[in-house]
């Protein structure tokens, strides 16, 4: 099974995306703060939007706030 991949967008008008994590199996949103953890228990938080989910390809994109 795959997972999905979360990436920040730098939000510049490269439109680049900074891998953050891989194997991506919760996301959860409390107010403006995102925590996003693996499938092998790493954990990221952060003050983020979510911008985007697709499904199809496994991904989620952040945007940071603040």
């Given at each position: 099974m795959c997972m999905a991949k979360a990436y920040l967008d730098k939000g510049d008008a490269?439109?680049?995306?900074?891998?953050?994590?891989?194997?991506v199996a919760t996301v959860e949103v409390e107010g403006a703060q995102v925590r996003v953890g693996t499938l092998f228990g790493?954990?990221?938080?952060?003050?983020?939007?979510?911008?985007?989910?697709?499904?199809?390809n496994g991904s989620i994109v952040l945007e940071k706030v603040g």
């Amino acid at each position: 099974m795959c997972m999905a991949k979360a990436y920040l967008d730098k939000g510049d008008a490269s439109s680049e995306r900074e891998l953050l994590l891989e194997d991506v199996a919760t996301v959860e949103v409390e107010g403006a703060q995102v925590r996003v953890g693996t499938l092998f228990g790493e954990t990221r938080e952060l003050q983020a939007v979510i911008r985007e989910v697709d499904f199809q390809n496994g991904s989620i994109v952040l945007e940071k706030v603040g």
